[in-house]
């Protein structure tokens, strides 16, 4: 008689907790479909920014390039200034000898 009771009780725990199953399962069926809108909507508004992202990028390396002949530009002069006082300074002392 226990025995039958206990069989009886576990039966009735199974049945419960399938229909438990049964309701997360499809609770989680709906929430992973707003899950999915959000990601879908996540993703195209990401999209949209990449123009922005690549125009950006664009332009700091044209920026960058602008910097980097600048100073080329200034280095040279530079390096041509004192070149010539290099030279001048070589031509007057075999002036001397």
Do not use: P, Q
Not at 1 to 6: E, K, N, R
Not at 18 to 42: A, F, H, S
Not at 78 to 85: C, M, P, Q, Y
């Amino acid at each position: 008689m226990l025995v039958d009771a206990l069989i009886v009780l576990i039966y009735i725990t199974l049945i419960i907790f399938i229909i438990t199953l049964i309701v997360l399962c499809i609770k989680l069926i709906g929430t992973l479909g707003r899950i999915d809108y959000l990601v879908e909507n996540i993703t195209r508004k990401a999209e949209s920014l990449d123009s922005v992202f690549e125009l950006i990028e664009n332009t700091t390396s044209k920026f960058g390039m602008l910097g980097n002949n600048i100073t080329n530009f200034i280095a040279g002069v530079f390096g041509k200034i004192f070149t010539r006082k290099r030279k001048n300074k070589k031509v007057k002392e075999n002036m001397y000898e």
